[in-house]
């Protein structure tokens, strides 16, 4: 009974952990789309990846663990960190533009993605049923950015480019995973948006205007890593196929700071569209739960 009780407790510590590391992402998007406002959107994703590295280099200093650097899988980390360098950059220019909340929706279909991907790069067989989900949580994102609504411009069209390399990321993760320390991982993906960014920042360059500016600027980072870094603890425990309906939570968080930010909420299409987009992508993370079970 007793070790029942510290799997219950160590599953729920993995639940929290989830839901607080979607807040903290929500929140670094809040505060990026708060920055656009006075700057280019490369020279912010730029300060997101610059600090996220200072912040994980320190991390890795203090802990001795500077050797984590190395990797064994050069070409698929520097693979994993451009999509995700890209997706961070498509994803924070939409927000430059669309509402918090929507935004995110939107980005929700990477799961479907996901789940069409792995087909053909993971050998995965595509039943009927999750081909179903995957049309309607697209029909989901369509009821956001129904024609004639403020949503209905190409940058409506960002968070899903952002979902795609977010899904060809998400792939690739599981494909070092086991292979690769997971710190080894993250700060690969530092690493990588840090220098490509770098190439673009001296273009886009616009000190700060505001001390406050500033400081949020360095926020960016370490939210980046404070997020990914309660990820990883998430996951230490409980296993991915049970957390992944709690990411959804970041819906929430979105349209909370969505609306004490910026003064935004959905309307009920929006709504609408997000419940389906939520259902369809709850429902594929169950059957590939129920898959992994029965295998």
């Known amino acids: 009974m007793a070790g029942a009780d510290a799997l219950h407790a160590s599953t729920l510590r993995g ?96 799961p479907l993605f996901v789940a069409a991907l792995a087909v053909p790069m993971l050998g995965e067989r595509l039943e009927v049923a ?60 530092a690493i990588v948006g840090a220098v490509l960014l770098s190439a673009i920042a001296p273009f886009v360059w616009a000190p700060p205007q505001a001390a406050s500016h500033g400081v949020l600027i360095v926020i960016l980072g370490i939210l980046a890593s404070f997020g990914h870094w309660l990820l990883i603890k998430a996951y230490d425990h409980a296993n991915a196929s049970l957390l992944a309906p709690f990411t959804y939570s970041a819906l929430v968080w979105a349209m909370l700071l969505g609306w004490l930010v910026f003064g935004d909420f959905p309307d009920g299409w929006s709504l609408f569209g997000m419940g389906i987009i939520v259902l369809s992508g709850l429902y594929i993370a169950n059957r590939q739960r129920f898959t992994m079970h029965r295998g």
């Open 15 to 110: 639940i929290l952990l989830m839901v607080a590391a979607v807040g903290v992402f929500v929140l670094m998007d809040t505060t990026a789309k708060y920055l656009s406002r006075w700057y280019p959107v490369p020279l912010i994703v730029w300060a997101r990846y610059a600090s996220n590295l200072l912040v994980l280099l320190v991390f890795l200093a203090v802990r001795g663990e500077l050797g984590r650097l190395r990797t064994a899988r050069p070409g698929l980390q520097l693979a994993r960190g451009l999509l995700l360098a890209l997706a961070t950059l498509l994803f924070f220019t939409s927000l430059s533009v669309l509402p918090l909340a929507e935004a995110n929706a939107i980005g929700f279909a990477m």
């Open 130 to 189: 999750r081909l179903v989900a995957i049309l309607a949580g697209l029909a989901g994102a369509l009821f956001i950015v129904r024609p004639g609504s403020e949503l209905f411009t190409p940058y409506a069209l960002l968070p899903l480019g952002m979902a795609v390399c977010n899904a060809l990321y998400q792939i690739l993760t599981r494909k070092v995973a086991g292979l690769e320390h997971p710190l080894t991982s993250l700060v690969w993906g």
